[in-house]
């Protein structure tokens, strides 16, 4: 799969003008918008919640990529997708049942994502894999922005992807953490095609060049 989707990390952004970030990145170019989620119990920090995204929503038309890093994530499935999610993505290790929340996240009209944190294997997804649209494989320890790529990821990528391609070539394969135009070639040529940056674009002074470079369009 040649395609690189970016998905700017909301996280990195100015929290006091939020709807003014994501209105920046429409306008830059990105192809949906992350939205972390931390919960301060399935990872250290606390960020946002389901009143935030529906404030959020109706200034962009950008998909919403809701990454929940929260436990026991099938509670609070409803709430984000009412709020406005189009596709939410719960880590495995944060459940002991990840097909009821898949199942929940469908039935509320939403795409489903699977995040693997660095130490999950590949395989936590696979039984998953005809009802997903995604999966994400973290390359930091999911938490905390501004971390370094996890290089030791690429070969979990590339499992994931072939896997994948054997259900459904379709899949999104998403990685989140560290990405920069440095970083995200190996990433894109070991089967990922979704493309989370939070800091790399937010701490650009041009947008929109910043998610060209990313693309590898622009020096
Ligand atoms: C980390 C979050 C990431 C983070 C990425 O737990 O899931 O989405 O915001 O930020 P950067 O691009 O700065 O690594
Ligand atoms: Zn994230």
Same mark, same amino acid.
């Given at each position: 799969?040649?395609?690189?989707?970016?998905? %700017?990390?909301?996280?990195?952004?100015?929290? $006091?003008?939020?709807?003014?970030?994501?209105?920046?990145?429409?306008? *830059? /170019? !990105? =192809?949906?918008?992350?939205?972390?989620?931390?919960?301060?119990?399935?990872?250290?920090?606390?960020?946002?919640?389901?009143?935030?995204?529906?404030?959020?929503?109706?200034?962009?038309?950008? %998909?919403?990529?809701?990454?929940?890093?929260? $436990?026991?994530?099938?509670?609070?499935?409803?709430?984000?997708?009412? *709020? /406005? !999610? =189009?596709?939410?993505?719960?880590?495995?290790?944060?459940?002991?049942?990840?097909?009821?929340?898949?199942?929940?996240?469908?039935?509320?009209?939403c795409k489903a994502g699977l995040a693997l944190k660095p130490a999950t294997p590949a395989e936590a997804a696979l039984p998953y894999l005809d009802?997903?649209?995604?999966?994400?494989?973290?390359?930091?320890?999911?938490?905390?922005?501004?971390?370094?790529?996890?290089?030791?990821?690429?070969?979990?990528?590339?499992?994931?992807?072939?896997?994948?391609?054997?259900?459904?070539?379709?899949?999104?394969?998403?990685?989140?953490?560290?990405?920069?135009?440095?970083?995200?070639?190996?990433?894109?040529?070991?089967?990922?095609?979704?493309?989370?940056?939070?800091?790399?674009?937010?701490?650009?002074?041009?947008?929109?060049?910043?998610?060209?470079?990313?693309?590898?369009?622009?020096?």
């Amino acid at each position: 799969m040649n395609r690189i989707l970016i998905s %700017p990390s909301i996280l990195a952004s100015d929290f $006091s003008k939020l709807g003014e970030e994501a209105v920046k990145c429409e306008a *830059a /170019g !990105a =192809d949906m918008l992350h939205i972390d989620v931390m919960d301060g119990h399935f990872v250290p920090n606390i960020t946002l919640g389901p009143p935030v995204i529906r404030s959020l929503r109706p200034r962009t038309k950008l %998909p919403f990529d809701v990454h929940l890093m929260i $436990s026991d994530p099938i509670r609070c499935v409803g709430a984000f997708a009412d *709020a /406005g !999610a =189009d596709m939410i993505t719960f880590h495995t290790e944060a459940t002991n049942d990840p097909g009821a929340c898949i199942d929940a996240i469908l039935q509320k009209g939403c795409k489903a994502g699977l995040a693997l944190k660095p130490a999950t294997p590949a395989e936590a997804a696979l039984p998953y894999l005809d009802k997903l649209s995604m999966v994400l494989v973290m390359t930091v320890e999911p938490g905390f922005g501004g971390q370094r790529f996890m290089a030791d990821m690429l070969p979990k990528i590339r499992a994931v992807r072939r896997a994948c391609d054997a259900v459904d070539p379709d899949m999104y394969i998403q990685v989140d953490g560290g990405i920069t135009p440095e970083t995200l070639p190996a990433a894109h040529t070991a089967g990922a095609d979704v493309f989370v940056a939070g800091s790399y674009v937010f701490r650009a002074e041009d947008t929109s060049r910043a998610i060209r470079r990313l693309r590898g369009e622009d020096a």
